[in-house]
Nanobody, 122 residues
Framework: QLQASGGGLVQAGGSLRLSCAAS????????MGWFRQAPGKEREFVAG????????DYAASVEGRFTISRDNVKSTAYLQMNSLKPEDTALYYC?????????????????WGQGTLVTVSS
């Protein structure tokens, strides 16, 4: 089970940190990803991180502004979001997959959190 939190309302240029807590003692064996879905749009990949956190991948739209990380002792993944823009407004989901490849394909993920809403005002 994945529990996402940390969303909220922030002004453009501000920051938020999302967390995704996993209720499993095998967290380190999952690739973790963050996706987002804005109203009327398809779900899109935001960032992914490998088992040990050595490898990361980002969507071009967030590279340089967002940072994904993980703490395998706490079974938690994070998404630090800086320099937020109104177009970052969306419901943000965390997801986990056993396959060792970071992927932007949401269909390849096995488990999903419930989503946390991020609203960026202009």
């Amino acid at each position: 089970q994945l529990q996402a939190s940390g969303g909220g309302l922030v002004q453009a240029g501000g920051s938020l940190r999302l967390s995704c807590a996993a209720s499993t003692d095998t967290f380190s064996f999952y690739i973790m990803g963050w996706f987002r879905q804005a109203p009327g749009k398809e779900r899109e990949f935001v960032a992914g991180i490998s088992y040990a956190g050595v490898t990361t991948d980002y969507a071009a739209s967030v590279e340089g502004r967002f940072t994904i990380s993980r703490d395998n002792v706490k079974s938690t993944a994070y998404l630090q979001m800086n320099s937020l823009k109104p177009e970052d407004t969306a419901l943000y989901y965390c997801a986990a997959k056993r396959d060792p490849t970071i992927s932007g394909n949401h269909e390849s993920y096995d488990y999903w959190g419930q989503g946390t809403l991020v609203t960026v005002s202009s």
